[in-house]
């Protein structure tokens, strides 16, 4: 299990890495290869998404089936235990949606840029005419 959290926390990392390359100022030679190849790449890293909503589902069904430890019979070990469990729980919700949310970001960078393109494309070929 700590697997898919480790690959997790990888993809997480390299989709803040590729916005933060989107994002910075560059020249336009270097952004459009960039783009370009970022564009492919898109599609077969889609893969994130599913994953990530599976994980959503595993740690949904894990908190409804933990056993609670808030009563007074509780020792502090096994209390200690379960706040450390709901800590991980909610690191790991964060880490989903985040790989969620870097990847649309991804591709709305890539999709505006090429539109910008057109559009630049277009006005060239207006103020050729």
């Known amino acids: 299990m700590a697997l898919q959290w480790m690959i997790?926390?990888?993809v997480v990392a390299a989709e803040a890495a590729v916005a933060f390359?989107?994002?910075?100022p560059s020249p336009k030679f270097l952004k459009n290869h960039l783009v370009s190849f970022v564009s492919l790449v898109l599609?077969?890293?889609l893969f994130v998404v599913p994953f990530a909503g599976f994980q959503l589902l595993d740690i949904y069904w894990k908190s409804e089936h933990r056993?609670?430890?808030?009563?007074?019979?509780?020792?502090a070990a096994e209390r200690d235990r379960y706040e450390k469990a709901i800590y991980k729980a909610q690191r790991n919700v964060i880490l989903c949606a985040s790989a969620c949310l870097l990847y649309w970001c991804i591709y709305?960078?890539?999709k505006y840029y090429k539109e910008i393109q057109k559009l630049e494309e277009?006005?060239?070929r207006f103020k050729d005419q």
């Open 67 to 75: 056993l609670s430890c808030t009563s007074d019979i509780c020792t």
């Open 8 to 10: 997790l926390t990888y």
């Open 122 to 124: 277009i006005e060239k």
């Open 108 to 110: 709305r960078i890539c």
């Open 21 to 24: 390359l989107l994002t910075l």
């Open 43 to 45: 599609q077969p890293a």
